[in-house]
């Protein structure tokens, strides 16, 4: 008698009561659209599987160690272990901040085109490194 019905349903309003298929067919996949969009909103919203989201380029003996291969648009944290002042400012100007006192940090965000960035200190110009973004 169930199964009738919803066969019924099934092949008779499809195209008409989508609705009314997925409130009484729950063994039913008729839901394509909305699993869809389910999947695509809960994808984007919880966007910490494989890409990087969040990087941290930490300053020590007036190095900024290897060079950090991040997302566009990563939020870079910049901490500096060092008496010294420092940053890691883009060579190009893409990013940048002031300089960070020693145990303090700064973010900025990394650019949106994929490329290899230099890494500058506006107190120190023998400081080097790189940031790589890549899509
Ligand atoms: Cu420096």
Redesign the pocket.
Known sequence: MRTHRIRLAAAGLLALAPLLLAGCGSDDPPADTGSDTGSDTSSSASDGGGETTEATIT?SD?AYGDPLTVAPGTEVTVVNE?P????ANDADGAFEEP?ISQGESATFTAPEEPGTYDLI????EQ?SGQLIVEG
Request: hydrophobic share 55%; charged share 10%.
């Open positions: 300053i007036f060092d010294a002042a420092h940053n300089l200190c506006t107190a120190h400081m």
